[in-house]
């Protein structure tokens, strides 16, 4: 069983940056596309960015393009999301998620093992 855990959320000024990671135990990552999604209070769950097996793809929702970048460390069984220019509507909490069959989609539905969520505030 492939266990997700984020981390790296918190407290940040407009303009400012974080950087996440998503530490996977129980399974090897190599085989597993992973997603990067939010949810803010009252919202749906959305996608933010996916990498491929290898990380040589990537896509990202286009609130977010320019500004975030997703990467992937297969030797420390680790995926990370880089993000900078926060603002503040950018303020959710965040989720890892990973799926062992079908493409690098931006889709909740797709994806089978999910983190418990870090939470990332932009303000002033």
């Known amino acids: 069983q492939l266990q997700l855990v984020e981390s790296g959320g918190g407290l940040v000024h407009p303009g400012g940056s974080l950087r996440l990671s998503c530490a996977a135990s129980g399974l090897t990552l190599d085989y597993y596309i992973i997603g990067w999604f939010r949810q803010a209070p009252g919202k749906e769950r959305e996608g933010v960015s996916c990498i491929s097996r290898s990380g040589s793809r990537a896509n990202y929702a286009d609130s977010v393009k320019g500004r975030f970048t997703i990467s992937r460390d297969n030797a420390k069984n680790t995926a990370y999301l880089q993000m900078n220019s926060l603002k503040p509507e950018d303020t959710a909490v965040y989720y890892c998620?990973?799926?062992?069959?079908?493409?690098?989609?931006?889709?909740?539905?797709?994806?089978?093992?999910w983190g418990q969520g870090t939470q990332v505030t932009v303000s002033s």
């Open positions: 998620a990973a799926v062992l069959f079908g493409l690098c989609e931006l889709v909740p539905g797709r994806y089978d093992y």
